[in-house]
């Protein structure tokens, strides 16, 4: 064995010996860096592993955030102000994580949040991840940003969302909707948090001081978008003036299921139920549009008071751990969405990385649901949890 292989596999077996916790630098499980996927064990490992292999480009990709992060880091720090209220003698040898949304079933209430330009982070992008989803038993939204086509998507994973951006060329989107209802999709995301595009501070200053990124990034504007392709009008995204009327638009010209992500207050949760929406996904976009500093896992429980019980309610930000899905379901939602897991896993070691990333937070949900003593979704309540010191179930 050589000296270097030696001193690793020692460093490894200290970090892991409970008598380094007796150290005044006590060991702690975040401090582990692995070395390949097998060694992974949470959501952070698949992290670490995907900073190691990707890019400063793509790795700045996945974890960029507005301002200064203070929304993208709140989204996580929200969870841990929530806590579990274990119950003990429940027969938990049996866990249905199943969820029925919209009149189909899915294994896991763990989706896979929408996120464009794939490739980025691997050559076979999309078609990768939808692959990971299927085989996993997770429910994929497709971006209308992807790489690869939603018809080319489906075909790996039939089930799938598609999310859709205002444009300003209503057209567009209509050919956008259109060609997501031949692909066979029954949902519409309709993603409504970006009036306009967030300060990405940190994203432009890395372009300006780094030449080679720069000449990088004119290169991949010549990228695919595979949805785009067959269009020959104006394309583009985003549309300042969007409203709710252009909402009630949208709803007539589609019998699609038709979801808002990016609803985070009770004001606009009830406009949703007068434009005729049919289910919300509770999102700040991940903290990388605008820097409000309010964490989802907060504003979660005002938007499904008024929505609960009359359509879908769903959620995203700062999932890490199966735990923080839980948390999440008791507050209000139905099901959650992850974005940056699976990334880090697609990054870490493509196909298998996002996989392991899936199989990771849907084992740790269930843990979660064994210890708590809840057998199946309809059993996690508010008085599941408890946030900061009080309890309000």
């Not at 579990?84 to 049996?94: C, G, K, N, Q, T």
């Not at 029925?100 to 076979?124: K, T, V, W």
């Not at 808002?260 to 406009?271: M, N, P, S, W, Y």
């Not at 504003?299 to 008071?305: G, H, K, Q, S, T």
Request: hydrophobic share 40%.
């Amino acid at each position: 064995m050589q000296p270097d292989q030696s001193r690793r596999l020692f460093l490894q077996f200290l970090a892991a010996s409970p008598l380094f916790a007796a150290l005044p630098a006590a060991a702690r499980p975040e401090l582990a860096r692995p070395e390949s996927l097998d060694q992974a064990l949470n959501i952070n490992h698949l992290k670490l592993l995907a900073q190691q292999n990707l890019d400063l480009d793509a790795y700045h990709f996945i974890v960029g955030g507005s301002d200064d992060m203070a929304t993208t880091e709140e989204n996580e720090a929200a969870f841990s102000r929530i806590k579990i209220r274990p119950r003990r003698l429940v027969d938990v040898a049996e866990i249905d994580t199943s969820v029925r949304l919209f009149g189909r079933e899915y294994g896991s209430p763990i989706l896979l949040a929408p996120a464009g330009d794939q490739q980025r982070i691997h050559p076979d992008g999309e078609l990768v991840t939808a692959s990971a989803a299927a085989a996993n038993g997770h429910l994929m939204i497709a971006s209308m940003m992807s790489n690869y086509a939603i018809e080319e998507i489906t075909a790996v994973a039939p089930d799938t969302w598609f999310q859709l951006y205002p444009a300003a060329n209503r057209e567009f989107m209509t050919f956008l909707v259109e060609r997501a209802e031949r692909a066979g999709c029954e949902t519409l995301v309709l993603t409504v948090d970006g009036p306009t595009r967030g300060n990405h501070e940190a994203e432009r200053w890395f372009r300006r001081q780094n030449k080679e990124n720069r000449d990088k990034t004119a290169a991949r504007r010549r990228v695919r978008l595979g949805n785009w392709e067959g269009y020959d009008g104006r394309k583009g995204i985003g549309d300042p003036s969007f409203s709710w009327d252009d909402v009630k638009w949208l709803r007539s010209t589609t019998s699609m299921n038709l979801v808002l992500k990016g609803i985070v207050t009770r004001e606009d949760a009830k406009l949703c139920r007068r434009a005729g929406v049919d289910g919300v996904i509770v999102s700040n976009h991940g903290g990388r549009q605008e820097g409000n500093g309010r964490a989802t896992a907060d504003v979660l429980p005002e938007v499904a008071d008024v929505l609960g019980s009359r359509m879908p309610v769903l959620m995203d930000g700062g999932i890490r751990r199966g735990a923080d899905a839980y948390k999440a379901i008791a507050s209000g939602a139905d099901a959650v969405c992850v974005g940056r897991p699976y990334l880090w896993g697609l990054g870490a070691a493509g196909e298998p990385g996002a996989s392991l990333a899936l199989k990771i937070l849907q084992t740790e949900f269930v843990r979660t649901m064994q210890f708590a003593g809840t057998t199946d979704l309809g059993a996690i309540r508010s008085k599941s949890i408890y946030r900061g010191s009080s309890f309000t179930g």
